[in-house]
Structure formats: structure tokens, C-alpha cells
């Protein structure tokens, strides 16, 4: 439009900065589609945010609710932090990797989904998955199946009782005994609610 501000010094036929009439600022781009449109056109595009030393770097992503932020923190950590719940949703350790979430992960790929543990290969490291209960004396930890059925589905839980140390596959989340199918007790006892040899005719307990 006419009220277009153009900079450029370059041999290119695309200003360096363009600031549009209508507010859209295009870097290497004389058509901004967006409020601020960054192009390389030979190259790969990048911008940074650089903070001073001991201070954090930051991005804040905001609509009229909620307000996060994308985070290189005073710790050289990197995080996605809730501004508006003043909660980190999740932090990845700047030496280790290691990463933290605050709630829950689903991992939907529209297909098959999929979670790897692979250990170094080099150094011959364990590939492992920790799932840990709270402290409380009867808290859970577990992992529940679902086979995506939403009509005579069922769920089934394998896990380990904090109260009583036992391993556990049941179809109820409490662990209840009425619904524990297995019970493997801390002296690896093993309780089977009911046995069926296929085949056999032979069916025990139940």
C-alpha cells in the first residue's frame, strides 16, 4: 500500500524490511503474510532472543486466557512454562536431557503409537521406562491397556500396590481383589484368581 516502509541495501530484488500499512513486518520478504514474516531466500531463517548473563530468554505466546512461555532459563534449562498457572509444563536439563512433565503425555500418531527406550548402543546402557507412585502408603503405580474398543472394551492394569509391595494384573484400577486376575506378593508368591489349561478341560479355582 502507499503507506508501506521499505528498507533495503542489498542487490535483491526483496527489501531487507518492509513494514506494511497494515502492520506486518517481512524480513528478506517484500510480502508479509503474517505480523512478522521472516525469509531466507538462500538459505535457512532463524532468529534469537539473547538474554545477559544469569538471566532468562524468553518467548510469550498469549491469547485473551492464557499466557505461555517458550523458556531458556536462569539454570540453562530449557522449559514451556503456564505464565498464566505459574507452572512449568515441562523442562528439559541442559547437561543430562532429561525431561520433565507436569501432567500427562499422549502420544496419537494417527496410526500405530509408538514410545521407544533405546539405551546408547556404544556404551551398552539399559533402555528403561521408570513409572513411580506417590509416596502416600497406597499409591499406584501402573500401566493400563485399552484396545480402543469403545462399545465391550475392556481395560487391564498391570502395576505394583505401594501398601503391600505386590505386582498386580487386574481389571480395575484399585486393585481391588475382586478384579485381580494375577498377584505376585513381595515374598513372590503368585495368586492366580482362576486357571485354565486350554485344551485340557481342566479349569482351577474361579
Known amino acids: 500500500g502507499n503507506g508501506d516502509l521499505r528498507l533495503g541495501g542489498g542487490s535483491s530484488e526483496n527489501d531487507d524490511l518492509v513494514i506494511k500499512d497494515d502492520g506486518k513486518v517481512g524480513i528478506g520478504n517484500d510480502s508479509p503474510a503474517h505480523l512478522l514474516d521472516i525469509k531466507n531466500s538462500s538459505g535457512g531463517a532463524s532468529a534469537r532472543i539473547q538474554a545477559g548473563t544469569n538471566s532468562s530468554a524468553s518467548l510469550r505466546l498469549q491469547n485473551d486466557a492464557q499466557d505461555w512461555d517458550v523458556n531458556c532459563q536462569t539454570t540453562d534449562n530449557f522449559a514451556i512454562y503456564d505464565q498464566t498457572g505459574s507452572a512449568s509444563a515441562l523442562t528439559i536439563a ?21 514410545i521407544t527406550a533405546d ?5 551398552g546402557d539399559d533402555g528403561r521406562v521408570i513409572i513411580k507412585g506417590h509416596t502416600s502408603a497406597h499409591s499406584r503405580a501402573y500401566v493400563k491397556f485399552n484396545n480402543g474398543v469403545s462399545s465391550g472394551g475392556k481395560d487391564w492394569f498391570l502395576g505394583q500396590i505401594r ?7 487386574s481389571d480395575q484400577d484399585d486393585f481391588t481383589a475382586g478384579g485381580n486376575a494375577i498377584v505376585v506378593d513381595s515374598s513372590k508368591n503368585v495368586t492366580v484368581n482362576a486357571l485354565l489349561v486350554a485344551g485340557s478341560g481342566v479349569a482351577i479355582g474361579g
Do not use: C, K, R
Open 119 to 123: 539405551g546408547n548402543n556404544t556404551s
Open 94 to 114: 541442559s547437561s543430562s536431557y532429561n525431561a520433565t512433565f507436569s501432567g500427562q503425555l499422549t502420544v496419537d500418531t494417527g496410526g500405530t503409537s509408538i
Open 163 to 169: 501398601g503391600s509391595n505386590s505386582f498386580v494384573l
